[in-house]
């Protein structure tokens, strides 16, 4: 999305540099240029430790070094009266870059994907409360002196009017998914679909990061209760701290299940459009902040959905609105399963949905608006 963006914007004859890591997001051996142009976009990419997302203290020195990093170049790149946009990855990083914005005289923008270190603790991370507390209130001052927060959601909006951050900085700008390279691919045209041996089977599948803060027991156990039904697969495309663990549980109860690299930007649309209802989940304490992303990408690609998480939250507020899918309580095992074996049974109603999504998604015309916005607020 960041690139979506940046690129969007650039059409519109803004001027864009983006601060990144060298570092490859599916191999972190791979540097990327330290320095590259693309579609008129400036992309600086600087120096960090290498230590990956496996282990925490390594993690946490390879933002440690990005935090670093990241000043000195914006410090040499940014001018009087330019925008800098600071996103949530990794966290906090709007507060040392509102130190450079402070000292350059910058207006900052705040891009919230999520809110730190809420996130963090209702994950289980043992934060002390005097270290808590002094994180939410660096970080709310960060926002509270930038020029405008981009929140993801309403939900994510009212968290932060309940940490004192005034509604008039608060814009809420959907995420979105680019509707020309996501679009449905028929399976009998679906190259991966055929490469995967799927052939006529009916696929439930999970596409995204398989990482900590995703709960996969209940899907494991609605797999678990499904595992006669030889025509139903699980299938999982992506990485991340759980993916051993997932494939092990897998082959000690003969699941139905198959697993899957992240695919290229070129085969994206094949990807998504391989299963014929995708699982998104969301643990309920989490709304508010944060919204899965991957919602946008499988409505584009005319997908139905099982939203997993709270029926009152952003994105099961989003399949009501559009009729593209389902949402169920993450403890509900098997009602879960019930509905995958409905789906299964009537395979035109599936499909009815995920037509609803991508009508929806094209209605809604979530990238268009999402540049306008972001235009206004940066002029």
Known sequence: MLGDLAFGLSK????????????????????????????NVTIHRIWTTRFGRSHLPGRAIDYLTFYLSSMLKLFSV?????????????????????????MRDAKQINWLQDLFPEVAVNLGVKLPGFFYRLLKKIRNYSLLTAKANVVIGELMKNKLKENGIPEKKIVVIQNWADENSIHPVDHEINMLRKEWGLGEKFVVGYSGNLGRAHDFSAILSAAKLLKDKSDIVFLFIGD????????????????????????????????????????VTLKPELEGLIVPSKFYGIQAAGRAVLFLGDKEGEVANLINKSDCGFCLDPDSERQIANTILKCYEDQGLVNTMGRNGRLYFEEQQFFETAVREWKQITA
């Open 78 to 102: 940014i001018k009087t009266d330019d925008v800098v946009v600071a996103k949530t990855d990794p966290p906090m990083v709007s507060i040392p870059i509102s130190i450079i914005a402070k």
């Open 240 to 279: 991340g701290a759980q993916k051993e663990k997932l494939k092990e549980f897998s082959s000690c109860n003969n699941l139905n299940m198959l697993f899957k690299p992240y695919q290229s930007a070129q085969k994206i649309a094949e990807s998504l459009s391989v299963s014929d209802l995708h699982i």
């Open 12 to 39: 519109l004859d803004e001027q864009v540099h983006i601060i990144t890591s060298r570092l490859n997001y599916s191999d972190e051996t791979i540097l990327l240029p330290v320095k590259e142009i693309i579609n």
